[in-house]
């Protein structure tokens, strides 16, 4: 029986859905950060549990071919890569093995999950940082990024998956703050101000918005601090200082003060043009969001005659960005300054055929149901906790005949799916997109059908079938279910 301390030698043979290694031993799951599949390890057990224990990995006896050299120099202590020590083919690898496994596991549900798709850099991906801003030995602002399951600070000059300007204006921030005896925040004895360095990038117009989150909005210095970094930084056409000075892991406040600029940017996603403020959603990859998105506009297969609904709608990128395409378009948001960025989002492209609601999505989803409102086809894009079942009924309840929904975490899209698919749909698709590379996560989009609706019943006939019986039934405009019966003829 394994025992803390215990050093074993074993191989690594999966991945856990949070990037670690797995091993077995004695009929013991071990989860081992920063191993890889294939490597043979001498592993010091810290910490057992029952039926699965936690090691570390002391030496690599024989390496994995899919191990590489991190490019990152903090990668084992920095909290925000999980796979700079594998090659990317083998992480895109490991993404699928994950998504598969809980649409097995969870879902039960044995559908197509196809190859993981990816976006064409690796690096310098993200157009938004959060840096935390902390405080060193001396009482200096630093800033970098958590470590692992902590708040302590790691400080990180150039993290490889910003773009080098977002490093460059956290680096030169703490810098001026610290001339200008501004304090980063003391997490334990809640002193200080800047508790992070909060940055957007608008990836087509090149816009930086500087959001400070500040435990208050007036504090010495600070017009200083602004003045000089947007004189050295031009590309920033904003500054904004939130106010958070709640004992709380939630990064932003609820207040916002304009220091500079219109306190928003303008970036374009799919040829629509949005407004994005610090509290708006936005894919933080926004090449592969692109593709994500135009992935559930061809899978939904709309028409100019038809409503979509978009749930979870941010600043209605997604929605908006199929609006061309359809009769009209509701949109359902939780957050206001998202919603009303969207409502000016559609007013600059000219739309009359957008409507924007501002509630959560369950309340929405049972307003909408009320109202005898039948939607075409659905996009959900929820937040990682998944989808409300009352959200989900009322979706059903309106049967809807296709359903795009696009997930930051498979498990909770699974699921989801799961209890969709009890409700008559199938699920005809997962598509894993790596919008994330370097880290744990994965970005997915899964097409479900009714199952009695026209599009099932023409994907799942044989073609064979479904030209003979179109052949004898030119009247009909429609397939009706009877198609099925035609094969004992």
């Not at 602002?141 to 399951?149: D, E, L, M, N, S």
């Not at 969207?342 to 055929?353: S, V």
Request: hydrophobic share 40%; glycine share 4%; with cysteine.
């Amino acid at each position: 029986m394994l025992k803390k301390n215990d050093i074993i030698t074993t191989e690594i043979i999966d991945y856990s859905s949070d990037g670690n290694g797995v091993a077995r031993y004695d009929n013991m799951v071990i989860f081992v950060p920063f191993t890889a599949v294939g490597d043979v390890c001498e592993i010091k057990i810290v910490k057992v549990l029952s039926g699965y224990s936690f090691g570390r990995c002391e030496k690599i006896i024989t390496p994995s071919a899919d191990r590489v050299t991190p490019a990152c120099p903090i990668s084992r202590s920095c909290g925000g890569c999980d796979f700079q020590h594998i090659s990317y083919e083998a992480e895109k690898r490991a993404k699928h093995s994950f998504v598969k496994s809980a649409f097995e596991r969870i879902a039960k549900l044995d559908c197509e999950v196809r190859p993981t798709m990816s976006c064409d850099e690796a690096e310098r991906y993200r157009n938004k940082a959060q840096f935390p801003v902390s405080c060193d030995e001396n009482g200096k602002a630093v800033t970098g990024f958590y470590a692992q399951r902590s708040h302590r600070v790691i400080p990180c000059e150039d993290c490889l998956l910003q773009p080098v300007e977002l490093n460059e204006i956290a680096q030169r921030t703490v810098q001026l703050m610290n001339k200008l005896n501004i304090k980063g925040y003391n997490e334990e004895k809640r002193t200080g101000i800047v508790r992070h360095i909060y940055l957007r990038k608008a990836w087509v117009t090149g816009q930086i918005m500087l959001c400070l989150v500040c435990t208050k909005a007036e504090f010495i210095n600070k017009e200083q601090l602004c003045n000089q970094l947007k004189e050295e930084f031009p590309a920033i056409s904003t500054i904004v200082i939130n106010v958070n000075n709640k004992n709380t892991n939630v990064i932003l406040g609820e207040e916002n003060y304009t220091v500079y600029g219109e306190g928003k940017i303008t970036d374009q996603l799919c040829g629509v043009e949005i407004e994005i403020s610090p509290h708006s959603f936005y894919q933080v990859n926004h090449d592969g969001a692109q593709q994500l998105y135009n992935i559930a506009k061809d899978a939904l297969m709309l028409q100019s005659h038809e409503i979509l609904l978009d749930m979870y709608c941010g600043a209605g990128s997604i929605g908006l960005s199929m609006a061309d395409k359809i009769d009209s378009l509701v949109g359902v948001e939780i957050i206001p300054q998202a919603v009303e960025n969207a409502k000016i989002n559609a007013k600059k492209m000219g739309l009359d055929n957008a409507r924007f609601i501002c509630a959560d999505a369950k309340d929405a989803a049972k307003m909408l149901v009320e109202e005898n409102f039948l939607p075409d086809a659905v996009v959900v894009d929820p937040p990682r906790k998944g989808c409300d079942q009352e959200t989900l009924d009322a979706i059903i309840s309106m049967d809807v005949p296709r359903i795009a929904m696009i997930s930051c975490n498979h498990a909770t899209a699974a699921r989801d799916c799961k209890y969709l698919a009890e409700h008559g749909y199938s699920v005809e698709f997962v598509q894993p997109y790596d919008m994330f590379p370097r880290t744990k996560h994965i970005e997915l989009i899964c097409l479900l059908i009714k199952k009695d609706s026209q599009y099932y019943l023409e994907s799942h006939i044989d073609p064979k079938w479904l030209a003979r019986f179109q052949e004898a039934n030119k009247e009909f405009s429609m397939l009706k279910p009877i198609v099925i019966d035609l094969r004992d003829e």
